[in-house]
């Protein structure tokens, strides 16, 4: 395949690198330090203890690469409007855009059975894509879903480090199969990627973001690990009545949990103890990814009649740190 991945760093820049190595015609869109040193040095891919380097094209400008198979979105959310502006160089008639994102999608609520209950101004998520200029650069027909289950990080532009896992749900947003959802399972599955094509990729989305729509946002407020927060019982009860809350807004979506809080958290704490990607971004004093995790939640929440008092405070308390940091715009 003609693959495109728009951002090369932790989560792009994994894929980008075993898709070359798996054989497919692999090309970057990038920026800054990191395209420098992709153009110069290649892509390093640091993975069970060894180190490979991989060549990559790659361009500030979409144009130079030119139309692709499948164009990957691997940005922060907080950037994706102005980067889906400027990618129509690289769709052709039949170009399939993956967002390989964290968060509610900006195309959650366009389809069914979430359309039918609402009406057409009702479909956009403000706090995602307030004035609809994602949708109209990249309309719901190009898209396919992706849910990444996997770590990895960048510590240094131009290179990746691969922690753990290796699964990545590919799903049609309407739901069901299609020939492109299969080709593209397969490819990824060639690269070393567990690839699952899903019939309910909606489902999928809310699963993850169930369980890491509190997790992140505390860590940034506490600086604690994820361990830390679970052991203490007061923010581990608070958890708990978020992740309620948020099982509910899910099940007016029709995307119910069939999980307890208790045993999703079970599993995070299998991870050890580990920094949030929120909190990583807070210490590097990056943008804070909030309203694609909590912002978009409390919206369709308020939206379905969802009472959420925890979400609404978790909202509220990190987005007032995170404006008097500068990580969060006034």
Not at 62 to 73: K, N, P, R, S, T
Not at 143 to 170: K, M
Not at 229 to 257: K, N, S, W, Y
Not at 301 to 307: H, P
Request: charged content about 20%.
């Amino acid at each position: 395949m003609k693959i495109a991945v728009v951002g090369v760093g932790a989560v792009g820049g994994l894929m980008a690198a075993r898709l070359v190595q798996a054989g497919h015609e692999v090309c970057a869109l990038a920026r800054g330090a990191t395209l420098a040193t992709v153009r110069d040095r290649g892509l390093r891919l640091r993975s069970a203890g060894q180190e490979s380097v991989v060549p990559l094209r790659a361009s500030a400008q979409a144009h130079d690469l030119g139309e692709q198979d499948l164009v990957v979105i691997a940005v922060k959310g907080t950037t994706l409007a102005t980067v889906a502006e400027t990618l129509q160089p690289l769709l052709g008639p039949k170009t399939a855009v993956m967002p390989a994102m964290n968060g509610v999608p900006w195309w959650f609520l366009q389809t069914p059975p979430t359309c039918d209950r609402l009406a057409p101004q009702d479909r956009r998520i403000a706090s995602i894509d307030p004035d609809g200029r994602i949708e109209a650069a990249l309309p719901l027909p190009r898209v396919l879903g992706c849910v990444v289950h996997l770590t990895c990080s960048s510590p240094e532009p131009g290179v990746v480090q691969h922690g753990f896992g290796e699964r990545l749900i590919v799903g049609e947003p309407a739901g069901g199969s299609s020939a492109r959802m299969a080709e593209v399972c397969a490819a990824l599955s060639q690269a070393g990627f567990k690839a699952e094509a899903s019939a309910q990729i909606r489902s999928d989305v809310w699963y993850k973001l169930w369980g890491n729509m509190t997790m992140n946002p505390l860590s940034a407020l506490t600086g604690s690990t994820t361990a830390a927060m679970l052991d203490d019982p007061l923010v581990h009860g608070f958890i708990l009545r978020t992740m309620a809350e948020a099982a509910e807004v899910g099940a007016q979506l029709g995307c119910p949990i069939s999980q307890s809080g208790e045993e999703r958290m079970a599993l995070t704490r299998q991870l050890g103890a580990f920094k949030t990607s929120m909190l990583q971004d807070a210490l590097a004093g990056r943008a804070l990814e909030l309203d694609a995790l909590v912002s978009a939640v409390h919206e369709i929440g308020l939206r379905f009649g969802v009472a959420m008092p925890n979400i609404g405070a978790l909202l509220g308390m990190t987005r007032l740190m995170a404006r008097e940091r500068g990580l969060y715009p006034r």
